[in-house]
């Protein structure tokens, strides 16, 4: 385990909140798998519960057993662009935690952040990415902000600053259709 983020790894083993900056703004994380950690960052955020959240990985192969392969094209490269800004739904099979599951995918993000990329690789699990900020209102941009509106929710700031990026394309794998 990295020393760099050993207090950021251990609040997420916990179910805690933690801040990390990546390519756009601020995030807000928690372990995607712990259900309970994820219904907190969305009472957090006052955001609604069947929305859902993009799921951050250091590899592909940390979610594969989510995906149903079956259905996306043939010839589709499910890599192209990452690691990088872009988060692609993928179709989702029985196997995904149905509080990651979004209408039948699962949104997915492999960073070319370095922090963000670095807490991944150290944490080897998913871990929820979303902006800093309150349902509906404009991404935070930096920790005193985050500090000041979340206070103690938030368990570990990872230093750093975020990479001032727009918000990530998202990609439906199985339509090709660009949603944001």
């Not at 950690?37 to 979610?63: C, E, H, M, Y």
């Not at 991404?139 to 001032?164: C, N, R, W």
């Amino acid at each position: 385990m990295s020393k760099i983020f050993k207090t950021a790894i251990e609040s997420l083993g916990k179910g805690k909140i933690i801040a990390y900056p990546t390519e756009s703004v601020w995030g807000l994380g928690v372990d995607a798998t712990n259900q309970q950690a994820v219904n907190q960052l969305n009472q957090l955020k006052k955001r609604p519960g069947n929305k859902s959240f993009i799921i951050l990985v250091d590899t592909l192969a940390s979610v594969s057993t989510w995906i149903d392969w079956t259905k996306l094209p043939q010839d589709i490269d499910s890599m192209h662009g990452w690691p990088g800004p872009i988060t692609k739904c993928f179709p989702i099979n029985s196997t995904c935690p149905d509080w990651l599951g979004h209408q039948g995918t699962i949104a997915i993000r492999i960073s070319a952040h370095p922090i963000a990329m670095a807490l991944c690789q150290a944490y080897a699990r998913p871990i929820i990415s979303t902006s800093a900020n309150q349902s509906g209102d404009a991404p935070m941009t930096t920790k005193e902000a985050i500090q000041s509106l979340f206070g103690h929710e938030i368990d570990h700031y990872v230093a750093g600053q975020p990479g001032g990026l727009a918000p990530t394309k998202i990609i439906d794998l199985q339509s090709g259709k660009t949603l944001r």
